[in-house]
């Protein structure tokens, strides 16, 4: 069983800043890639960053590269997401799930985290 806890969503003015975290607890972590999902009303949940098992291979959604970033502490059993430049379209509620697999690729959510709020304002 991996329970998985995320925190740090919040109101935000625009070209402003945020990490979220995401805590996640069980028996196998480093082993897992991570993910960071979001979803708006009437909206199916995209895809916007994940991270491999021990962090050296990151994928990002065309729309954050180069404004988020995701990144883990194996240690802490932490996967964290920091996002720059921040859009009024950037607002959504904030996923984290734990993968199949070792990589993003090929793989799907198998653990989802409660979700934190994220709000633009323009």
């Known amino acids: 069983q991996v329970q998985l806890v995320e925190s740090g969503g919040r109101l935000v003015q625009a070209g402003g800043s945020l990490r979220l975290s995401c805590a996640a607890s069980g028996r196998t972590f480093s082993d897992r890639a991570m993910g960071w999902f979001r979803q708006t009303p009437g909206k199916e949940r995209e895809f916007v960053a994940a991270?491999?098992?021990?962090?050296?291979?990151?994928d990002y959604e065309d729309s954050v590269k180069g404004r988020f970033a995701i990144s883990r502490d194996n240690a802490k059993n932490t996967v964290y997401l920091q996002m720059a430049s921040l859009k009024p379209e950037d607002t959504a509620v904030y996923y984290c799930?734990?993968?199949?697999?070792?990589?993003?690729?090929?793989?799907?959510?198998?653990?989802w985290g409660q979700g934190t709020q994220v709000t633009v304002s323009s």
């Open positions: 799930a734990r993968m199949r697999g070792r990589y993003y690729t090929g793989s799907h959510p198998e653990n």
């Open positions: 991270i491999s098992g021990r962090g050296y291979i990151t």
